[in-house]
């Protein structure tokens, strides 16, 4: 299992021997020091903070770096409170934002301003007196009358897992870079143990013309139509991993029998640039031929969202 815990608090309750040792071990022999912390277990145990599961794959490398003392040996945690894990409202937020900007934007988009072309979309947009863009009225973005707090924190929703860099080549595909992420679990992976996170969406009417610039139907129609979108991209520029299609094929069942109040989503880390951008709606379009895939080749960051109320 992965632990996390206080070095400074394990230090301090070895003894004056033990404490001597480890000092010498840390400046002259890591791999040896390595191998003393592992030992002592019941030195760490009062002082771990939170603690997940370990994908096999994952065990296996971290075993084969912690020999090698030029490995790479750092590890990137869930986005956690109190030793769980949550999903911050900000991030949800903005994968919403992403699929109604897809959804406005006068196809094809050829700015390759952002901030212009966010603030012209939503009119939010101040011009000069011969009718120029000029700068953005951020009081005037209709986002702000969304608002998305963050989840619950769900203890036993992650695990440690391997993610690989893939990349598509003329001779076909590469991998490259694997890195040592803490991921959370979903239906598709541990069915049984399927975490679920709770947040608030709350939505405000416009004090200038008293009406909400958001419903929940349009959100989850605008949702569905670029995330589905996406999940058919990415379906067919991995086709040469078979593995990875897959889990394509699986999302793709799960998208047939969404209720109404239902949508997929795409946000956090590894989602990819096609995910986090309107790039399907640009001409020329960006060529992006990597992606992030787990020891299973499954892609991160898919979810569904479901909106009650």
């Known amino acids: 299992r992965l632990y996390k815990f206080r070095p400074e608090e394990f230090v301090a309750g070895l003894d004056a021997r033990e404490q001597e040792r480890f000092l010498k071990l840390a400046g002259h022999d890591p791999i040896v020091m390595r191998e003393f912390v592992r030992n002592r277990f019941k030195n760490i145990k009062p002082d771990i ?3 997940a599961d370990v994908h096999p794959t994952a065990l296996k490398v971290y075993e084969e770096r912690l020999r090698n003392i030029k490995s790479d040996l750092s590890i990137s945690p869930c986005i956690k409170s109190g030793g769980a894990p949550y999903i911050p409202g900000s991030s949800l937020k903005g994968a919403i934002r992403t699929a109604v900007l897809y959804n406005r934007v006068e196809v094809p988009v050829t700015e390759r301003d952002a901030r212009k072309l966010e603030a012209e979309t939503f009119g939010y947009d101040i011009r000069r007196r011969n009718g120029s863009y000029q700068r953005p009225d951020m009081t005037r973005d209709p986002f702000k009358f969304l608002k998305v707090g963050d989840s619950n924190k769900v203890k036993k929703s992650s695990r440690l897992e391997t993610v690989t860099v893939h990349t ?3 001779e076909g595909w ?4 694997t890195m040592l992420r803490e991921i959370t679990l979903s239906t598709l ?3 049984k143990h399927a975490p ?3 947040l608030t969406l709350t939505t405000r009417n416009d004090p200038a013309t008293g009406k909400t610039p958001f419903s929940v139907r349009r959100l989850i129609k605008d949702c569905n139509n670029f995330y589905y979108l996406h999940l058919r991209r990415e379906m067919e520029f991995l086709a ?3 593995d990875a299609q897959g889990w394509y094929n699986a999302l793709d069942k799960i998208y047939e029998k969404l209720p109404e109040n239902s949508c997929l989503i795409r946000f956090g880390w590894g989602t990819g640039f096609d995910g986090v951008t309107i790039n399907y ?3 020329p379009k960006e060529i992006k031929k990597s992606r992030r895939l787990t020891a299973d080749f499954a ?3 898919w979810a569904e969202l479901r909106i009650y109320g």
């Not at 590469?174 to 870079?177: K, L, N, T, W």
């Open 299 to 301: 892609p991160l960051g």
């Open 281 to 283: 709606a640009k001409e």
């Open 174 to 177: 590469s991998e490259e870079m």
């Open 189 to 191: 992976t541990t069915p």
């Open 49 to 51: 903070e939170y603690k």
């Open 240 to 242: 040469g991993i078979p």
């Open 196 to 198: 679920e996170f709770k």
């Open 168 to 170: 598509k080549r003329d």
